[in-house]
Each structure stands twice: as structure tokens, then as C-alpha cells.
């Protein structure tokens, strides 16, 4: 005999909206210039027991997992699409800033330290290796890969939006700046490619 267990949809909603309350004070300590993540000051914040945000995140590693994936909830509601190849760079540049530039957070995301340099980290394992593998399929000598890929990856955070904003470019056309830029940097690596059809594109 099998017993069920009965879950109430009202305790689970309520039971999500407690964890993102928790995640929101989580993210808004590391706005405020803070290093490290507090759950003290989460459950103050957040207006629960610490014994709750321990329940929900018992340990640091929780805690940044959970942050990581709350923020790019936030940032890309509908997702982030995987950089698909070397034809897919200038979209996968432009998609990723359009969408950053949009969520006040994003900043302190960019240049945080401690915690929110882990928690970016973390966020961006798998983008950082689709850019990547898109360089290396274009087939250009083993030096110019290298330094194109630097110079991608160097793109990629907030932190280069920001710091075209920083220097007069408006929020709607940094996205677009950024994507050029690629577009150059994607063209002259194929232009050092043994394959006559990798041509510019």
C-alpha cells in the first residue's frame, strides 16, 4: 500500500514567494556594497526567522546557487539562448546586453565583489564556454583564436555596457555598439581561416 503525500497549492505558493522574499534581501545587502551574503540580515529583511532562510538555504553554496539563478530570472525573464555557433555571436552579444541594461541590479552585478563575484561566476560558466567553442569553430590559427576569444569574453560582462554608458552612449545603444564590435572582431579572425567559404559575414 502506497500512502500520498498531500501538498497543499496554497502553502507551496506561499512557500515560493517566502524564497524569492529571501532571495530579493539577499540581493538587495549585496547592492549596498556588501561582500558577503548575511541570512540575518536576509530573514530581517525579508521579515522571517533566520531559522526559515536556513531551511531554505542551509549553507553558503545554497545560497549562491539560488542567487544566481533568482538574478537571471530577473535579468533574462525568457531565458538566455546559448551563443549557437560563429554565425550566432552578434545575436547571442546583443541579446544578452539588451537585456542586462534593462535591470537596475545589473550594475552591482558588474563590478560587485566577494558574493556577487561568485554568484556571477557561476552564472556565466556555460555562456562563457558556447563564446568559446563559437571562436574555435571558425578555424583561425591557434594565436589569433586566442586573442579574438579574450577579446569576446572581455565583452561579454555588464561591465562593458557600462562602461560605454560612461562614456556618453545612451542605455538603447550600447547592446548595439557591443555587437558591432563583435561583428569586427568575428570578421578579421575569419579572414585568418584556411576555409575560402569562412568569409565575413
Not at 555571436?89 to 550594475?107: E, G, M, N, S, W
Request: net charge neutral; proline share 4%; aromatic share 4%.
Amino acid at each position: 500500500m502506497t500512502t500520498r503525500t498531500y501538498v497543499s497549492p496554497k502553502r507551496e505558493e506561499k512557500a515560493q514567494a517566502t524564497r524569492a522574499a529571501i532571495l530579493a534581501a539577499f540581493a538587495e545587502q549585496l547592492s549596498e556594497g556588501n561582500d558577503r551574503l548575511s541570512p540575518s540580515a536576509a530573514a530581517a529583511r525579508a521579515g522571517v526567522s533566520l531559522r526559515t532562510v536556513h531551511v531554505h538555504f542551509p549553507n553558503e553554496e545554497s545560497q549562491v546557487a539560488a542567487l544566481a539563478e533568482w538574478l537571471d530570472h530577473q535579468l533574462y525573464p525568457e531565458g538566455v539562448v546559448l551563443c549557437a555557433g560563429p554565425d550566432d555571436l552578434v545575436r547571442y552579444f546583443r541579446d544578452i546586453h539588451r537585456q542586462a541594461l534593462k535591470h537596475p541590479i545589473t550594475r552591482s552585478l558588474a563590478f560587485g565583489r566577494g558574493a556577487w563575484r561568485t554568484v556571477r561566476d557561476r552564472r556565466r560558466v556555460d555562456r562563457l564556454a558556447a563564446v568559446r567553442q563559437a571562436v574555435e569553430a571558425i578555424g583561425a590559427p591557434a594565436d589569433a583564436t586566442r586573442q579574438a576569444a579574450a577579446m569576446l569574453l572581455s565583452l561579454s560582462g555588464a561591465d562593458a555596457a557600462f562602461r560605454l554608458l560612461d562614456h556618453g552612449l545612451a542605455v538603447e545603444e550600447a547592446p548595439d555598439v557591443i555587437a558591432n564590435m563583435v561583428a569586427l572582431i568575428v570578421g578579421q579572425l575569419r579572414t585568418q581561416t584556411s576555409d575560402p567559404s569562412a568569409t565575413v559575414r
